[in-house]
């Protein structure tokens, strides 16, 4: 069962409340100057990718607004000749640490590992292993809008599948909603 299929469409007016779907996740439009190989492919030397991360209660002056007040914001990430798109995104979420400049990372104190990624043309799918650690109820929809956002600007893909030790992300996430651990 393949349940999160998220589509890609540009924010409302400045990127306000409108740009997230119910789930609290936001979808963006690209804004690299050249649309992103899709999933699989090598990255350019010198190529970017964009990992998203949070400008916490932010209100969305930033990014798109979503979740608990913040703004989803992209942030360039270098990567070497040879590098997959996707997996060189996704990687730089699961870095260790909470925090990169100014922008937190709700993955930061997770332990995951990305294990594959697939592009069939419209949708990207994400495999990941390992044990997610949100930090609270704020951080379930920081999870699902930095890892999808990434993965739909990584391949160019319109709809994101990700799964976490086999199981859906918003599967997963509904086990966590159940039992919070908190608020960040």
Known sequence: MESQQRSATPPGPAGGPDAAESTGS?????????????????VALGTTVTAYFVLLDDGGRHG??????DSLVGSPQGSAA??????????????PGQKAGNLYNAL???????LSGSFDGTTVR???AGTLDPGGA????RVE?????????ASGAI???IYLNGELLDDYLDHARVEPTGNR
């Not at 936001?26 to 999933?39: D, F, I, K, V």
């Not at 040879?82 to 870095?95: F, H, Q, V, W, Y």
């Not at 704020?138 to 929809?141: K, R, S, W």
């Open 138 to 141: 704020c951080d379930l929809p």
């Open 82 to 95: 040879g590098d997959e798109p996707l997996k060189t995104a996704i990687s730089a979420l699961l870095r």
């Open 145 to 153: 809008a930095q890892l999808t956002q990434t993965a739909l600007e």
């Open 26 to 42: 936001p979808r963006l439009s690209s804004t690299n100057a050249e649309p992103p190989g899709p999933a699989g492919t090598a």
């Open 64 to 69: 798109v607004r979503f979740g608990c007040n």
């Open 126 to 128: 994400v495999y990941l």
């Open 159 to 161: 709809r994101a599948n």
């Open 108 to 114: 930061g104190t997770s332990r995951l590992r990305f």
